[in-house]
């Protein structure tokens, strides 16, 4: 989860169940509806992206609020 002033997102990686796929999402905290998600065939893939992404919202000026590995 990642905040910047009033503001909070979470961006995270799940494995899709019975599937190899990875589905990477953003999820804006203030509207859901403005989510948006991309799928990966490997997990490496996915953790790349979301890596990408996380160095581009800390240089945005979010902070890491939360982590969890679940």
């Given at each position: ?45 996915a953790?790349r ?10 240089r945005?000026?979010?902070t ?7």
């Amino acid at each position: 989860i990642f905040e910047r002033g009033n503001e909070c997102l979470t961006c995270q990686v799940d494995q899709r169940p019975g599937d190899r796929t990875y589905t990477l999402s953003i999820v804006p905290h203030s509207n859901v509806a403005d989510s948006i998600a991309e799928t990966f065939n490997t997990a490496w893939s996915a953790f790349r992206r979301h890596a990408m992404i996380a160095s581009e919202l800390r240089r945005s000026g979010w902070t890491l609020a939360a982590y969890t590995a679940d």
